[in-house]
């Protein structure tokens, strides 16, 4: 309607700003479905704002920027969508993942829980049915993945977070 105005959502100038910036990570990820959602969201988002929003917004586009790429060589995040749907409806996953140890082999059954993107590198967080034990995962590394009709009930008290911080603890990782 003509002159109808819609208050931008209760939300500060700068929680406008952050919305903005986070969704310019989500954006450099192509193979994501929800990379187009999290665009056309924004843009929906931004046609509603006043002006004073609009030029904050427009001025921490202009002015930040996030390079999400890997700082070593090119990643390689082919099966990102894949892992993303597999996590997000509990269902059991098979991929081939090369393997240093000849006791382990490349191909196994795994429960995924979760995706972490650290310096542009995607790994993933599963369990792994041949070790029996919660495995890190660098997704570029992944050569097939082959979504299985067999869903997991996922642990109850299994918290990716505070994984991932022990993880990166126990690695020498900078966090």
Same mark, same amino acid.
Not at 25 to 33: G, M
Not at 39 to 67: H, M, N, Q
Not at 70 to 84: N, V
């Given at each position: @309607?003509?002159?109808?105005? @819609?208050?931008? +959502? ?30 056309? &969201?924004?843009?929906?988002?931004? &046609? ?30 082919? !099966? ?19 393997? !240093? ?27 792994? !049915? ?13 050569? &097939? ?9 996922? +642990? &109850? ?19």
């Amino acid at each position: @309607m003509e002159g109808y105005k @819609m208050e931008p +959502m209760l939300l500060s100038t700068e929680e406008a700003v952050s919305l903005f910036l986070g969704g310019s990570v989500i954006q450099q990820y192509p193979r994501l479905d929800s990379t187009q959602a999290i665009t056309k &969201a924004l843009a929906k988002i931004e &046609a509603l704002w006043p002006e004073e929003y609009k030029s904050d917004i427009r001025r921490a586009k202009e002015r930040i920027l996030f390079d999400m790429s890997p700082i070593w060589g090119q990643g390689e995040d082919t !099966h990102l969508e894949t892992l993303k749907n597999a996590i997000l409806s509990n269902q059991k996953v098979r991929i081939t993942y090369p393997s !240093h140890c000849q006791l382990i082999p490349d191909e196994r059954v795994i429960n995924p829980y979760g995706l972490v993107c650290k310096g542009g590198v995607w790994n993933l967080i599963a369990f792994c !049915h041949i070790q029996a034990a919660f495995v890190v995962f660098l997704v570029d590394r992944i050569k &097939a993945v082959e979504a299985l009709d067999e869903t997991f009930q996922p +642990m &109850a008290d299994f918290d990716i977070r505070g994984f991932w911080e022990r993880y990166i603890k126990e690695s020498g990782q900078r966090p």
